[in-house]
Each structure stands twice: as structure tokens, then as C-alpha cells.
């Protein structure tokens, strides 16, 4: 299919973007997102024109959802300081093979509030994710999106932090699966089908950790482990501007180098720079990975494809029970 993406908002504040399977009319468009539209107005207004903070995708905004839907739906979680774009080039490629994925921010850890110091006190993410999958089922009318969303069927996905509510959330009912990017499971254990997939440099989640949530989770479950690929692998973060920078570039760009303390430096620099491989090298096995996990749990494929050791990016090691 050819992308389409829509940004909406929910009740009770906060947008949801949605990325969906278009109709042809999507052919040949792109989207950009900017970093700075994440940032308090002070601090984005430091980046200057010639800093290039963007990620672009090949989709078109507000383009008719494909006429032959309804389609299944993944609610998606973003990490620590980040935002709800983070994974834009995953969503585009889940949309292109029949999947609608939607995130919102979270604001207990979004990049938002962490740089403002306003994240303590603020809702839980699970909050936000619940509060979107009952959103989307108001969506029937939209003169975009309605008859393209299938609220039967749902699975969810999340990267780093957004791995820990996902947890949380799949032991909801009517949760097909989840996808769990560099992360682990905290006391909960959902009964669903999942994936788990680390990236072996990672210094943020090591992969050892993401290996013991998968030894937790019942069967059926996946564990894929990227070689030369870090924690950011699962994020367009690496490849701002083309891939000529990530967020701490941005800030040195903006003069508050100075201000970013170790913690953050190192959580927003993890799998973007040597040893770690371009996070584009890495991508496609990622892409193959979840399309194929997804599929399966809607029952768009009779059996898993994909997700056994046929993958498309060199040096993963998977596991499956």
C-alpha cells in the first residue's frame, strides 16, 4: 500500500499520529517531522534555520485510507525522552503491508516535559494508550480515516520505556500480541503472543536483559538480537537530518550542550555512532521481523513468514519457542 498519515487529538488533550494503508493517491508523497515541534517554543526557537532536524517519510498527510479496509490496528509506546514519532520509518513500513499504527506522547517521559523538568506528577503512559484505543473507535466518521480502522484487532508495540507499559497494557483483554523493542517485562507476564528484540551494543537495556523477558513470556514468543546495533536502533533518532545527527547534535547546535547531563547524553546518543552500524543497515530486519509477528497475530498469515532465521539483515540471532 501507499501511506497515508493523520495527526488527531485525543478528549482529553495530547495527539494521536496515525500512519494507514492509503489509496493511490498517496503515491509519491513524503512527510517531514522536526524535532523543534517537540520542544518548548524557548528552546526550539535556539535551532536556527540552517540546523537540519528532520525525518522524512514517503507517505502522504491526510491521503484517503485504502478503500478495501478495515485494517488492523498497533498502538504504539515511545521511550524515555522522546516523542511520538520516534519510530515514523517502522510505522511507514507496517502501513505499506496492511497495519495502522498509531502513537501518542507520553507526557510522564516525553522529550517535552524531561527537558522541562515538568515530567514528575504528570498521568502514567498507560493511561494515554488506553485512552487512544477507545479514541480510535470513535473514528468511524472521519473523512480520513473512517472505515480503515479494525478495533477487533489490535496488538501493540514499544520501545525502551514504552516496553514496560506495553506490558502493562497487553493484559487487557482483547490484546492479540505486542512487539517489545529493546526493553524487558516488569512484574507482569501477558499470556499473548510477543516478540522481543534487542540490539546487542545496547548500554541503555542490555540485550541479556530483553533475553530474560523472553524466557519469562509463554509461548509463542520471538527474541531477535541485532549485532553492531544499540538501543536507539528502533528509532529514527540516529538518522536526523538524513542521518547526519541525533538529538545531543541538536543540542550542541543550540548552545545547551552544556546543559544535557551524562544520563541523557548517553541515552540519546546509544546505537548512533561507532561500533554500532548505520541504524538504516539495521532497519530492514527489524521491519521484517515485526510485519511478519503482526501479520500473524491478526491473521493476515496463516503461519508466522519471516520471523525464523530467512533474515534480510545480516548478523541477528533468533530465538523462537
Same mark, same amino acid.
Given at each position: ?13 495530547? +495527539? ?19 524535532? #523543534?515541534? @517537540? ?21 502522504? #498527510? ?12 498497533? =498502538? ?7 516523542? #511520538? ?36 506528577? !504528570?498521568?502514567?503512559?498507560?493511561? !494515554? ?19 480503515? =480502522?479494525?478495533?477487533? #484487532?489490535? *496488538? ?14 497487553? +493484559? ?30 545496547? $548500554? ?9 523477558? @523472553? ?10 538480537? /541485532? ?5 536507539? *536502533? @528502533?528509532?529514527?533518532?540516529? $538518522? ?15 548552545? =545547551?550542550?552544556? @546543559?544535557?547531563?551524562?544520563? =541523557? ?5 546509544d546505537g548512533c555512532e561507532e561500533p554500532n552500524r548505520p541504524v538504516q543497515d539495521v532497519w530492514p530486519g527489524i521491519d521484517q521481523a515485526a510485519t511478519g509477528f503482526?501479520?500473524?497475530? /491478526? ?23
Amino acid at each position: 500500500y501507499d501511506v497515508g498519515v493523520a495527526t488527531r487529538s485525543l478528549p482529553e488533550g495530547g +495527539l494521536v499520529e496515525i500512519w494507514y494503508p492509503a489509496d493511490e493517491s498517496a503515491a509519491g508523497g513524503s512527510v517531514s517531522y522536526n524535532v #523543534r515541534d @517537540f520542544l518548548a517554543p524557548e528552546i526550539a526557537a535556539l535551532l536556527t534555520g540552517d540546523v537540519d532536524d528532520s525525518i522524512a517519510i514517503d507517505a502522504t #498527510r491526510d491521503a484517503p485510507a485504502a478503500s478495501d479496509g478495515p485494517f488492523p490496528i498497533v =498502538l504504539f509506546s515511545h521511550g524515555a525522552s522522546s516523542f #511520538r514519532t520516534q519510530s515514523s520509518h517502522l510505522a511507514e513500513h507496517l502501513a505499506s503491508w496492511g497495519i495502522v499504527t498509531a502513537s501518542t506522547d507520553h507526557p510522564s517521559r516525553d522529550l517535552l516535559n524531561s527537558l522541562g523538568g515538568t515530567a514528575e506528577g !504528570q498521568p502514567p503512559s498507560t493511561d !494515554q494508550m488506553r485512552s487512544m484505543r477507545t479514541y480510535l473507535t470513535t473514528l468511524d466518521d472521519d473523512p480520513v480515516l473512517g472505515g480503515g =480502522l479494525d478495533n477487533d #484487532r489490535v *496488538a501493540l508495540g514499544g520501545h525502551s520505556a514504552g516496553g514496560g507499559t506495553i506490558a502493562e497494557v497487553a +493484559l487487557d483483554e482483547g490484546i492479540l500480541g505486542y512487539v517489545s523493542y529493546a526493553s524487558g517485562l516488569r512484574d507482569s507476564v501477558p499470556d499473548v503472543p510477543s516478540l522481543f528484540m534487542a540490539g546487542e551494543l545496547d $548500554a541503555i537495556i542490555e540485550a541479556s536483559r530483553t533475553a530474560e523477558a @523472553f524466557e519469562l513470556a509463554p509461548a509463542p514468543s520471538w527474541l531477535w538480537v /541485532f549485532g553492531e546495533a544499540g538501543h536507539l *536502533a @528502533f528509532s529514527d533518532l540516529c $538518522a536526523i537530518g538524513g542521518g547526519d545527527a541525533n538529538l545531543i547534535v541538536l543540542a550542541e547546535a543550540a548552545g =545547551l550542550g552544556a @546543559f544535557i547531563d551524562e544520563r =541523557l547524553r548517553v541515552l540519546a546518543t546509544d546505537g548512533c555512532e561507532e561500533p554500532n552500524r548505520p541504524v538504516q543497515d539495521v532497519w530492514p530486519g527489524i521491519d521484517q521481523a515485526a510485519t511478519g509477528f503482526y501479520r500473524w497475530v /491478526f491473521g493476515l498469515d496463516d503461519e508466522p513468514i519471516g520471523l525464523d532465521e530467512s533474515v534480510v539483515t545480516s548478523g541477528v540471532t533468533v530465538t523462537s519457542k
